[in-house]
């Protein structure tokens, strides 16, 4: 199997996606891009779930949580392990019941009693009411999605590689060739959208261990030296006045 190795804009949105080679890229696209928007719900379940457990101290929402940030983890990644749809919507499915667990009383009210409710507490704030009526609401209607602005159409997403768009009526092959053990790295866009900038050479981890190779390998470089100089010093073969005696007949011309 192929993998693909999906990018967003840091280097923490990555996760894998194993596939065979002889896939329709329609196909492939569209499931990547339902995932993607998938990442999304649970960033925002995370996000706000977290909150919700240390309000309410529920340990099955903590749990949870904390178990959907670990398989969306670029550590999950970089431990070359794919991400698939259905795992991802089990651990929304599996937060937002322990979601209900935490507020049992006011998850079976409904939407909108529970935001009459809200609407009558007593909060200063507007700002502060108006953000935890919309984040029950999203939560009781399964319809939260995170940041609206990274959110693609599964129908019409532009997925690139190498800088070229992955046309959906092509096969993978076409643009990975057919190495089925091979891991390349691929981009989403939406359909109105340039192509993404290029990935430099190396990443910053090999950038890094690069520079500092290199500063090792000129210090060493730099001892030698001052120890050859230390070295050279006193001695009769490296005086130029020992080579001038030598041809003159003054002296012996000692070379070691």
């Known amino acids: 199997m192929v993998v693909l190795k999906v990018k967003g804009k840091s280097e923490k ?5 194993e596939t065979s ?3 329709a890229i329609d196909e492939v696209v569209t499931e990547i891009v339902e995932m993607w928007n998938l990442r999304l719900r649970i960033k925002w379940y995370i996000t706000n779930g977290e909150e919700l457990a240390k309000e309410t101290g529920c340990e099955q929402l903590k749990k949870a949580v904390e178990d959907a940030r670990e398989y969306t983890s670029v550590e999950y990644a970089n431990r070359r392990k794919p991400c698939e749809k259905g795992v991802l919507e089990e651990h929304i499915k599996v937060m937002r019941g322990a979601t209900m667990i935490a507020n049992p009383q006011d998850y079976s009210k409904g939407v909108d009693v529970l935001a009459k409710e809200v609407e009558s507490l007593e909060i200063e704030s507007e700002d502060v009411r108006l953000k935890m009526q919309y984040t029950l609401q999203m939560m009781l209607d399964d319809c939260a999605s995170g940041d609206m602005n ?3 159409d599964p129908h019409t997403a532009v997925m690139w590689f ?5 046309h959906r009526d092509k096969e993978l092959w076409e643009f990975t ?11 989403l866009t939406a359909n109105n959208q340039h192509a993404p900038g290029k990935e430099p050479p190396v990443d910053q ?14 210090e060493e470089e730099k001892r030698i030296a001052e120890d050859d100089e230390i070295g050279w010093e006193g001695a009769t073969w490296a005086d130029p006045k020992q080579l ?9 011309l000692k070379i070691r």
């Open 150 to 152: 990274e959110i693609l």
């Open 205 to 218: 981890q090999m950038q890094k261990e690069m520079m500092a190779y290199w500063f090792k390998k000129q």
């Open 21 to 23: 080679t002889k896939s």
């Open 244 to 252: 001038k005696g030598a041809f003159q007949g003054l002296k012996d």
């Open 177 to 187: 060739g057919k190495n089925e053990k091979s891991t390349v790295l691929v981009k």
């Open 162 to 166: 190498a800088s070229k768009e992955m």
């Open 13 to 17: 949105e990555i996760f894998l996606y």
